[in-house]
């Protein structure tokens, strides 16, 4: 079947670094864009961070521009998140997220989740 387990979570003080993985199975992995998603209470989720098939290209939300790292080892069928500088509003659950566009239907799915809070 297919599954993302995400891990790496925790509690982390305020400008100390994190790392998030996520392990994929049952999917070809290397046909997937890769994401990593947030959901914070009060707040709607937001994409985080996105890594292309392959890892040509990536791109951030503007608040973790510089301080994010996404990559991806296809070898390994794993996402990663670096996460530096962290700040108090960075606590949330991070979702990892494997997408397929296709002409007229996309295939998506959605790990668990992994709690991340940012506290002195």
């Known amino acids: 079947q297919v599954q993302l387990v995400e891990s790496g979570g925790g509690l982390v003080q305020p400008g100390g670094s994190l790392r998030l993985s996520c392990a994929a199975s049952?999917?070809?992995?290397?046909?997937?864009?890769m994401s990593w998603y947030r959901h914070a209470p009060g707040k709607e989720r937001e994409l985080v961070a996105v890594i292309t098939n392959f890892g040509g290209r990536t791109n951030y939300t503007d608040s973790v521009k510089g301080r994010f790292t996404i990559s991806r080892d296809n070898a390994k069928n794993t996402v990663y998140l670096q996460m530096n500088s962290l700040k108090p509003e960075d606590t949330a659950v991070y979702y990892c997220?494997?997408?397929?566009?296709?002409?007229?239907?996309?295939?998506?799915?959605w790990g668990q989740g992994t709690q991340v809070t940012v506290s002195s």
């Open positions: 049952g999917f070809t992995f290397s046909s997937y864009v």
């Open positions: 997220n494997a997408r397929r566009e296709r002409v007229g239907a996309s295939v998506t799915f």
